[in-house]
């Protein structure tokens, strides 16, 4: 996943990704309580609080 977003201590954010060529990118406007980002992303994300740029996060994705 690629994109900025602040890793918090001991927290698991939610974050919109869209899909890019090279895996998902965090959608623009995605501050917390920001639902445009919701509305216009692919799917949430979850990067831990380890999370950098460039490393794989969980894809909260619909089943079937």
Known sequence: MHGEATALA?????VPVTWSGDGCRITAG???????GAAVDDAPAAPGPDWTDGSPARLL???G
């Open 10 to 14: 001991g927290r698991t954010r939610l």
């Open 30 to 36: 995605h501050d917390s309580a920001f639902l445009r």
């Open 61 to 63: 994705l619909p089943h």
